[in-house]
């Protein structure tokens, strides 16, 4: 269980780095149809940080994640989903 909740945060952080230092190619790899829409993989990746926030509170609802993934609803720069950084685990 432990390891799990382990590799949870570095995948989380690792992800999360890996927007906010604009390097999104490197969560796709070698997928052509993501690389090709680079915005829309931005869109989903941060809505994604945003529903796995450790704090409840922070999480969105159902429908802003909809209209955030409809365009509808401006993304907020997502806070990092992890309480702690990876190396203090």
């Known amino acids: 269980m432990e ?7 570095i995948l989380t952080d690792w992800a ?11 969560l796709v790899e070698n997928d052509i149809d993501a690389l090709n829409d680079i ?3 931005e869109k989903f990746v941060q809505v994604a940080i945003w529903c796995i926030q450790e704090d409840p509170s922070l999480r969105p609802t159902m429908r802003a994640v909809s209209q955030m993934l409809e365009g509808v609803l401006e993304i907020p ?6 309480p ?6």
Request: charged share 25%.
């Open 77 to 82: 720069f997502p806070p990092c989903p992890c």
């Open 39 to 41: 915005g829309k993989v």
């Open 84 to 89: 702690y950084p990876y190396h203090m685990l």
């Open 3 to 9: 390891s799990d909740m382990e590799e949870r945060a």
């Open 16 to 26: 999360y780095d890996c927007y906010c230092e604009g390097a999104l190619d490197v």
